[in-house]
């Protein structure tokens, strides 16, 4: 059974990432900073009849948490399949480029990118050891620059002076990655998730963790001939999925 581990999958995107995962007979280490809101997902999930799934204290912003659960997870397993980097916050939108705290900043990019960065190290000898390991990075839209120098794009006018830069930065760290691993079966991409209806955005979101959640499997379940180093995002590009960095 292939295993996974998603952070931020508590609830919303990443809790509907894992029941999708579930239902195509994966195992789940379902990530959740605060633990006993993992046990309750868990228990939610076990309410459904999916039961191959187990909660993970994981705070992404806190190198002694990701050592623990990498430690946890290597008692029970030598190979990990797929790393589902989800969890991330905004810091508060509206944030304007001259009047956001540097506090805010570094807030927010210590979550959504070195965040991704302290578990992808942790994790990433697990993952070598997987016959076709996948990372999903979730990214955002709003972090292609082209796209957002567009006043045409549909989100143009949806700004946010700390939170998009995190998304752009981890977008470059997900192009240095793919590099690292260029030639081997690794498959990393960065995934934005569509304008999605959760706690993020006060359920302002057009679309559903649904579709949200289809979006991310996708490039969790990559075979051999599947993309790597990519952006994408089936919302913006319903054809072939890539957007512009
Ligand atoms: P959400 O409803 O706010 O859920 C975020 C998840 O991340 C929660 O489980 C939260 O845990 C967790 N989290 C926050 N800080 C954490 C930390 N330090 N360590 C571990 N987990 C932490 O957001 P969402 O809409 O599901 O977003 C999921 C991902 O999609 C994020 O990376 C977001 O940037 C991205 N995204 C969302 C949208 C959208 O429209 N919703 C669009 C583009 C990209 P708690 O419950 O403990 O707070």
């Known amino acids: 059974m292939k295993k996974v581990l998603i952070t931020g999958a508590n609830k919303s995107i990443g809790f509907e990432t894992a029941r999708q995962l579930l239902q195509k007979g994966y195992y789940i280490y379902l990530g959740s900073r605060n633990f006993q809101n993992g046990q309750k997902a868990v228990e939610k999930l076990k309410a459904e009849g999916l039961n191959e799934v187990e909660a993970i204290q994981l705070d992404v912003s806190d190198q002694e948490s990701v050592n623990a659960a990498r430690k946890e997870i290597g008692r029970k397993t030598d190979v990990l399949d797929v790393l589902i980097n989800n969890a991330g916050i905004s810091g508060g939108l509206p944030q304007t480029a001259t009047e956001t705290a540097v506090s805010i900043f570094k807030n927010v990019f210590d979550i959504n990118l070195f965040g991704v960065v ?44 700390a939170y998009l830069p995190s998304k752009t930065a981890l977008n470059m760290y997900t192009v240095n990655l793919a590099y690292e691993f260029k030639g081997t079966p690794f498959k990393i991409n ?13 359920h302002r979101g057009t679309g559903t963790v649904e579709d ?34």
Request: glycine share 6%.
């Open 118 to 161: 302290r578990v992808t190290q942790a994790f990433i000898d697990l993952l070598s050891n997987s016959p076709q390991p996948c990372i999903v990075n979730v990214s955002s839209s709003m972090a292609s620059l082209t796209l957002n120098s567009d006043p045409s794009w549909l989100y143009y006018n949806h700004k946010g002076a």
């Open 190 to 202: 960065a995934v934005d998730p569509g304008f999605i209806a959760t706690d993020f955005n006060d």
């Open 212 to 245: 949200a959640g289809k979006r991310i499997v996708k490039y969790a379940v990559l075979d051999a001939d599947g993309p790597t180093g990519k952006f994408i995002s089936e919302e913006t590009n319903s054809e072939t999925g890539e957007i512009p960095w």
